[in-house]
Nanobody, 128 residues
């Protein structure tokens, strides 16, 4: 499995970005996908996850109502639409994948250790 994240950039506060994660090597429909981020000097934190069926979707509280995770099996791509961006959203964003488990439908997959495959980061900078 290979993951390729893209779409980061510099944006003003209140603006939007859409991150993409291209998935290859296996069938996306068999994997639970997640987005994490790491701000300078901070630990990597969970942002959002989506199971193979598309539901449930889990978000960290700080992005609820602003970010939307989605997946497109036809293009083998996972997206993170980020609206109303804030300076505190500045970070390197990483997509991650793990083979889907039955338990993913009932418990949040929000721990880094839960994921097997990682893409390289894409940098998001939000100016005030």
């Amino acid at each position: 499995v290979q993951l390729q994240a893209s779409g980061g950039g510099l944006v003003q506060a209140g603006g939007s970005l859409r991150l993409s994660c291209a998935f290859s090597g296996r069938t996306l429909t068999s994997y639970t996908m997640g987005w994490f981020r790491q701000a300078p000097g901070k630990e990597r934190e969970f942002v959002a996850s989506i199971v193979r069926t598309g539901r449930p979707i889990v978000y960290v509280d700080s992005v609820k109502g602003r970010f939307t995770i989605s997946r497109d099996s036809a293009s083998n791509t996972v997206y993170l639409q980020m609206n109303s961006l804030k300076p505190e959203d500045t970070a390197d964003y990483y997509c991650a994948a793990r083979p889907a488990k039955w338990s993913d439908a009932s418990a949040a997959v929000d721990n880094q250790a839960d994921y097997t495959y990682w893409g390289q980061g894409t940098q998001v900078t939000v100016s005030s």
